[in-house]
């Protein structure tokens, strides 16, 4: 009876050592796709710096490409030409209404995206870490069920729970093999 039970009890142990192991495997592999998904979040905010210099750098050209208009139509009619006084010259605007409120929808479309990417990626986090957890609970509640129930006499009946964790106890030394 001594040695049944101590037989039992390595089992027992062998079993938590091996939920102990993949336990922490599966750790390690969570904490590796977390930082997976820091670093594409990373790439994504250099993507939209990329973009908005880019955008930055086209308005600049067409900006130097208006100015370039400007003097080859005053080269082809000098009868327009005037002398523009300082007063003219500080109030001139920079930029037409019309360019400025392009720019600013482009820049706030490329700030939805950016923020639809932070929320897509967030929240399939949270969905990763709640499938994890949940199906690592269910598994090592299911295995050991069985085996913490009530102790039953030679003539009950064994439960469904038990005959599963001892089912489970069989396969042991085959995926301790593995």
């Not at 977390?34 to 955008?55: F, M, P, V, W, Y």
């Not at 002398?83 to 360019?99: I, L, M, Q, V």
């Amino acid at each position: 009876a001594g040695d049944n039970e101590m037989q039992s009890l390595l089992k027992e142990k062998q079993v938590l050592e091996f939920l102990r192991n993949k336990l922490m495997k599966d750790n390690n592999e969570l904490l590796t796709k977390l930082q997976q998904s820091e670093s594409t979040t990373e790439g994504s905010d250099k993507k939209i710096t990329a973009l908005e210099s880019e955008n930055k750098n086209i308005f600049e050209k067409l900006m130097e490409m208006e100015m370039r208009m400007k003097q080859m139509s005053t080269l082809q009619h000098p009868a327009l030409i005037s002398k523009p006084s300082e007063e003219d010259h500080n109030s001139e605007k920079r930029f037409t209404r019309s360019e400025m409120d392009k720019v600013i929808r482009e820049k706030n479309l490329y700030k939805e995206k950016y923020l639809e990417l932070q929320e897509d990626l967030s929240t399939r986090y949270v969905e990763v870490q709640q499938e994890s957890t949940t199906n690592e609970k269910s598994k090592f509640w299911a295995l050991f069920n069985g085996l913490f129930a009530r102790k039953r006499t030679a003539s009950e009946p064994m439960t469904d729970d038990r005959k599963v964790a001892v089912g489970q106890m069989k396969k042991l030394p085959d995926m301790i093999k593995e």
